[in-house]
C-alpha cells in the first residue's frame, strides 16, 4: 500500500476528532490554554475559525485518517503565526515534522511559532525546520 499524506483546510464535521486531540491530557500541558473545553464551545470555535478570512485551520491525514493539525493566524502583511498539534495516538512518529514540512512548501512569508519552554519534543523539531530562537517570556518565540 502506497502510503500518502494530505494537508487539507478543516471543514465542520471534523470538530470531534480535534476536540477529543484538543482536550488530550498531553496537548493541554504542552498548549498555553490548559482548560478542558467543552462540545458546544469547540463547536463555536470550529464555526467562528473557518469564517474568519485571518485564520485557516488544516488537518494532516495519513491514508485518510486525521493525524494532526495546523492553525495558521494572519498577523501582519506576510507574518503568519502557526499553531500545531498532533493527534495522541500518532506522536512520536515524526508526524508533526511531516506536517510542518508539507505546511511550509506552500507558504511565503515570516512564520511564528509560540512554544512551552518544557516542549522539549515540539522545540527540537521546530528548529530541525530551520526556525530560529526569536526571545523569551516565560514562552519561546521561533521564527523563520
Not at 482548560?35 to 463555536?44: C, G, P
Not at 470550529?46 to 495558521?72: C, D, Q, S, W
Request: one cysteine or more; charged letters at 30%.
Amino acid at each position: 500500500m502506497r502510503k500518502s499524506f494530505n494537508l487539507r483546510e478543516v471543514k465542520k464535521s471534523d470538530w470531534k476528532i480535534l476536540l477529543e486531540w484538543r482536550n488530550d491530557k498531553i496537548t493541554r500541558q504542552n498548549s498555553f490554554e490548559i482548560d478542558l473545553v467543552s462540545v458546544s464551545e469547540h463547536k463555536e470555535y470550529i464555526k467562528n475559525a473557518i469564517a474568519n478570512p485571518n485564520r485557516t485551520l488544516f488537518i494532516l491525514e495519513y491514508n485518510e485518517i486525521p493525524v494532526g493539525t495546523i492553525r495558521e493566524d494572519k498577523l501582519e502583511k506576510n507574518q503568519l503565526k502557526l499553531s500545531y498539534s498532533i493527534s495522541p495516538m500518532h506522536r512520536g512518529k515524526k508526524i508533526a515534522q511531516i506536517m510542518m514540512s508539507i505546511y511550509l512548501i506552500e507558504q511565503k512569508g515570516s512564520f511564528l511559532c509560540e512554544i512551552r519552554e518544557e516542549n522539549t519534543p515540539s522545540i527540537k523539531m521546530i528548529e530541525k525546520l530551520g526556525f530560529k530562537l526569536f526571545n523569551t517570556e516565560k514562552k519561546l518565540i521561533f521564527t523563520s
